[in-house]
């Protein structure tokens, strides 16, 4: 039974520390330093999305790296057509994710299960792409788009510090927001769902739209994490929305923990700066990745969030799978 | 303000935020006996076969010093791999830009990192020549700091349309590409080209990259007999098309990109018969085994002995002469914006490796015009001006 | 030209035919699909490409230690990396696969760089010519060996011992341990079965195509979407699909246009969910709660 504290338990203090440190980064980096940050950030997001479909609803969805291109051309399409500043062009790219969400679910309430779930959205995924590059009046074909970044609302969008408060202040709403949804009594429902659907109806819940909700909330967030990295780049290329982004963001959820929302944070902190770190390693990067990757899952099936869950009480995840 | 002193020095503090970064800018990455040159490339994925070109280059500016540097300095390369994907290239220029603090930029083969870190180089106003990449956006409309040492995407694809016209007798043409950016950069100015010469493509295909196949290509080319193929595609893809146009007794002679290279084609398909109707772009003034390229064979295998050289390994090497010649015209009161100028200042510079004179005015930084072809004449690779005009 | 697209598409369906009935043998035996089953086919290749130009073994038998290579490599992979995490979430156990083919990938560039590398044609006999179509030697071997090879496979499940033991794993793990087959072993020998049935892809194309360490992955979606069309587990389908797949990827280019060659895998397999999710010859799973 999962009860909810009414007092500021010791993992909220410690929910809250951590945004309010980040906001001293940005005196400690250099523009390459905090190029990376952000990126960490925009990944965070888009992990903590995939991470609620595949970890705690439970569903091989691999549509992740889709519902980030969605929202990344979708908010420089329209930003572009209608003059709109980024701001503004943020919640478009979570509707349209949202919608492709939506998209995807209806595949998983057609019993479709498991890899062959996995294939369909990979499907999906890679036939976006070829729509991005086909396409061409609309999404600029293989050139790609711009990313407008023109001031808005008086900030300088250019300037990596300021990108960074705005991605810290969007990625601890849409945090709160998950974390949130995973408490309240959906949240319940999704982790009901995943351990066992069929129980779950039986008892009278409505597991469809628990599905459905799932799939559209991460499509909410991934979308705007997409729109994110458009600003980031300032560029929208197909190649940036293929196969390997999908691997790269299915191993941050992994190694971060599935299913847990700290992890996400973790798993796309670490598999972001990994790279960077190897740039002394020029071509060994494949073998990097693919040892690090089984590494962590023979040694640590509960991820980067379970080990600290072994130190720290305050890290222990409610929602794990076993 | 209370007092003139007070003003003064306001005054002063203003005028050092302003002029400071400048000035701090001019000469950073520089030491007195040596400049850094940040050098961005694919050195890690599946568009590293290309970095060979930051490669060639590096061997330059290593062989330069042996001779005792520019000045006083030594020319101090710093490599950072862009793995041909645009959010790291992004990265990489920051790390050398703002962390490795260089003096200039150098590099790049991959056109999609070349256009995204274009803002961040204009930003930082850091001279930067672009020595692989062929994309024009990248130096059109001309930008004070940005230099081409390479014959850009429409110079390129205009070579190849001008050759495709100077057969005789040619009025049909026909283009296969790969859906990529690259690929149109090459293809799109051809186009144009030849519709501005009266000649419009009656057929126009797709490959894929990783294609195992190209029946379909080539059966539908067949029914539209094409008196010329305009071809832009990776060099696997290539050897397949044109031994499937074999198979299926296509002639037709086929204009290649500079991306691929006649010898290892013929090595790739294996036989003569198969590679006698290809002809490639080679912005180089000989064979790659010629005695003209021999002395930078043997400069790259210097300082790079296992290094497997392709017609990439040398394509770097033009730009880098160039930007030695501006150097050596500065002197050692070096700066970023006296590089500039010299730059500005380089004409008709025939480097001895490209097929093609240098020229940079401030005006214009696409600094090659022009790229000879290379064909197949009585069995042997030979550079051509035009359809059975030799290069000379 | 229809005819000679239908040979080619035959020819090459054959080779997405190998790779679909490879993930299915695999999946059939362990219910865990090969996210990585491009780099054995990858793999494959590769090791026949250094036997014969490294070490300059001839074609046949070179082709017949590369795949008992790999099928070591199948066994020594489910049982050193696939056997400890079996008890976990499915999303790990396909990680695992995808790192495991990245390593692979990750190995072959460091060692051959990322050039795209020939191999020299098996058969240097000329095309035989029968009315509009041509016929090339490799286009026939292939088809043959394939064809043979699927002959043998068959006969093999359903006549043998052995094949009675996989259907028997198959239908019920618990049963088939109670009767005394040692499952693990099982699953071990399934992954070597399937990684071997994989190289002999890669074997197979390698002389027609280029080596590069990313060719796996093309082959991966066509045999996801092969496995897709003829029905998730059906070892007949997958093959029968692969075969369909190859042909319609053929027409599609050549009648529609050439860009659809790439996008047919996926349209395929969207289209498959939309319409008869179970594929051709797919039955439905019962689920006990």
Known sequence: ???????????????????????????????????????????????????????????????????????????????????????????????????????????????????????????????????????????????????????????????????????????????????????????????????????????????????????????????????????????????????TQLIIGFAMVLVGGLGSVAGAALGAIALTALPELLRAFPGMEDIFFGVVVMAVLLALPKGLAGLLGRFSPAFQQRYHRN | MKTGVAKLGLFAAIAFLVAGPVLAGETTGLTDNSIKIGVMGPFSGNASSYSKAEIGLMAYFKMVNDEGGVAGRKLVAVPADTACDPAKGIAAAKKLIYQDKVFMLQGNSCSGVAVAIKREVVKAGLPWIVAH???????????????????????????????????????????????????????????????????????????????????????????????????????????????????????????????????????????????????????????????????????????????????????????????????????????????????????????????????????????????????????????????????? | MFLQLTLSGVSQGALYALVALSLTVIYRSTSIVNFGHGDFVMAGAFLAYVLVIGLGVAYLPASIIAIVAMFLLGVAFSRGLIRPIRGGPHIGLALMSIAFGFTLRGIAATVWGRDVLPMPRVFNIDPIIIGPVLITGNALFTIGIVAVLLAAFFTLLHLTDIGKMVQAVHQSERGARLIGINVGRFHDFSWGVGAALGAVGGILIAPVSLLHPDLGAGFLIKGFAAMTLGGFGSLGGAVVAGLLLGV???????????????????????????????????RKVVVKV
């Open chain 1, 1 to 243: 039974m999962v009860t909810s504290a009414p007092t500021l338990s010791r993992r909220s203090r410690i929910l809250w520390l951590v945004p309010l440190l980040a906001l001293a980064i940005p005196a400690a980096t250099n523009a390459y330093t905090q190029f990376i940050v952000n990126a960490m950030l925009i990944y965070t997001l888009a992990t903590l999305g995939f991470t609620l479909v595949i970890g705690s609803l439970g569903q091989l969805a691999f549509a992740n790296t889709a519902f980030f291109g969605i929202g990344a051309y979708s908010a420089t399409i329209i930003g572009t057509a209608f003059g709109l500043p980024w701001l503004l062009t943020v919640p478009v790219a979570g509707l349209f994710g949202a919608l492709g969400g939506f998209l995807a679910s209806a595949a998983a309430l057609r019993g479709i299960r498991l890899y062959y779930l996995a294939i369909v959205t990979l499907a999906f995924g890679e036939l976006m792409r070829w729509l991005y590059i086909h396409a061409g009046v609309v999404t600029g074909g293989t050139d790609g788009l711009p990313v407008p970044l023109e001031q808005d609302f008086g900030l300088s969008l250019t300037s990596d510090n300021v990108q960074f408060y705005i991605f810290l202040v969007i990625t601890c709403l849409l945090f709160a927001g998950t974390i949130n949804l995973l408490r309240s009594r959906i949240g319940r429902a999704i982790i009901a769902v995943r351990e066992n659907e069929l129980a779950t109806a039986s008892l009278g819940i409505p597991t469809s739209r628990v599905i459905i909700m799932a799939f559209v909330w991460s499509g909410f967030v991934v979308g705007i994490a997409g729109s994110m990295f458009a600003l980031h780049v300032g560029h929208v290329f197909p190649e940036s929305f293929g196969l």
């Open chain 2, 133 to 392: 990449a062929v994309s024009d956006t990248i130096s059109t409309p001309t930008v004070k700091n940005i230099f081409h040492g390479v014959p850009t995407g429409n110079t390129n694809g205009e070579a190849m349309a001008a050759f495709v016209l100077s057969k005789p007798g040619t009025k049909r043409v026909a283009i296969v590409e790969h859906p990529n950016d690259w690929a149109h950069s090459y293809t799109n100015p051809a186009r144009a080209y030849l519709k501005a010469h009266g000649v419009d493509p009656v057929l126009d295909l797709t490959m894929e990259r990783g294609a195992t196949d190209a029946t379909a290509q080539v059966l539908k080319l067949r029914q539209a007999k094409p008196d010329f193929i305009i071809a832009a595609l990776y060099e696997a893809e290539t050897a397949i098309f044109l031994r499937d146009m074999k198979k299926y007794g296509l002639n037709t002679p086929v204009m290649g990109t500079a991306g691929t290279d006649l010898q290892d084609t013929l090595k790739r398909v294996g036989d003569l018969d198969t590679v006698k109707n290809y002809h490639v772009l080679h912005p180089y003034v000989d064979n790659l085994d010629g005695p003209r390229m021999k002395k930078w064979s043997k400069m790259i295998h210097k300082y790079y002995p296992k290094q497997d050289l392709t017609n990439f390994s040398y394509i770097s090497i033009g730009s880098g002469i160039a930007l030695v010649k501006a150097l050596k015209a500065v002197g050692p009161d070096l700066t970023r914006s006296k590089l500039i100028a010299a730059l500005d200042n380089i004409r008709g510079l025939h480097t001895g490796v490209l097929s093609a004179p240098i020229t940079w005015t401030p005006k214009d930084h696409r600094g090659v015009k022009g790229s000879a072809v290379a064909g197949f004449v009585d069995g042997k690779p030979t550079i051509l001006k035009a359809w059975g005009t030799p290069y000379e």
């Open chain 3, 248 to 282: 319609v990827e053929q027409y599609a280019g050549a009648y529609i246009d050439t860009a659809m060659i790439d996008i047919t895998p996926y349209l395929l397999i969207i289209i498959v969910l939309a319409v008869r999710p179970l594929g051709l010859f797919g």
